[in-house]
């Protein structure tokens, strides 16, 4: 009864090379996000969708994109893949205060 | 700048002891929520809190909202080895729903 699964668990990739996790959500809720998690535990939002509809977007480079193709799914691709971007990916979904996050992408750039 | 500066960031504390965290801002929030986090997994809420001065209780574990709705304190009373985790504090802004995060606190509890 997975709540909110990802895909993949761990990708290890080279610098250059163009990427994406999917996430989906079984809970029926309307807004969904993307958390980066980094080498120091930090969390921080990068994009938020309610609804399909983006209404959150952080500073992140547009190399960046988030995709929705139905409230239940929210897909995060990477562009040009550098260093920097390694870290763990979160998604989340909430019905309003509490979020549910999934379980993670540990994103490696070589 | 770091809206939300939770400390202590490392605590390694024995079986039995009592600790605090605290997760202070210069910021006004609607809501706080802490999270823990267990390695390899995404954080799981442990509590929301809403009103100025709130305590709330789970087990071991009390939460509480300060007056003025910019700081919080998680303190568990005889921590337990089971209780090792990153523990995440969050704040909510009242625009747009973006929950801000605390740097975390790494707690070890040894047997």
């Known amino acids: 009864d997975t709540a909110v699964s990802q895909t993949p668990k761990y990708l290890v990739t080279q610098m250059g090379n163009d990427k994406s996790i999917k996430c989906e959500q079984n809970l029926g809720h309307d807004t969904m996000y993307w958390y980066k998690q980094d080498s120091k535990k930090f969390l921080k939002i990068m994009f938020s969708y309610n609804n399909k509809e983006l209404i959150i977007n952080e500073t992140v480079p547009n190399r960046f994109s988030p995709k929705s193709p139905d409230k239940a799914h929210l897909n995060l691709h990477i562009n040009s893949l550098e260093l920097g971007d390694s870290a763990v990916y979160f998604c989340?979904?909430?019905?309003?205060?509490?979020?549910?996050f999934g379980p993670g992408t540990r994103l490696t750039v070589l | 700048t770091q809206l939300l500066e939770q400390s202590p960031q490392f605590l390694s504390i024995q079986e039995g002891e009592n600790l605090t965290v605290y997760c202070n801002s210069s910021s006004v929030f609607s809501s706080l929520q802490w999270y823990r986090q267990e390695p390899g997994e995404g954080p799981v809420l442990l509590v929301t809190v809403v009103t100025g001065g709130e305590v709330k209780k789970l087990k071991r574990l009390t939460f509480q909202f300060g007056d003025a709705r910019k700081d919080s304190s998680l303190h568990i009373t005889a921590a337990q080895p089971g209780d090792t985790g990153l523990y995440l504090c969050?704040?909510?802004?009242?625009?747009?729903?973006?929950?801000?995060f605390g740097q975390g606190t790494e707690l070890s509890v040894k047997p």
């Open positions: 989340a979904s909430s019905p309003g205060l509490q979020q549910f």
């Open positions: 969050a704040g909510l802004r009242n625009q747009g729903g973006k929950l801000i």
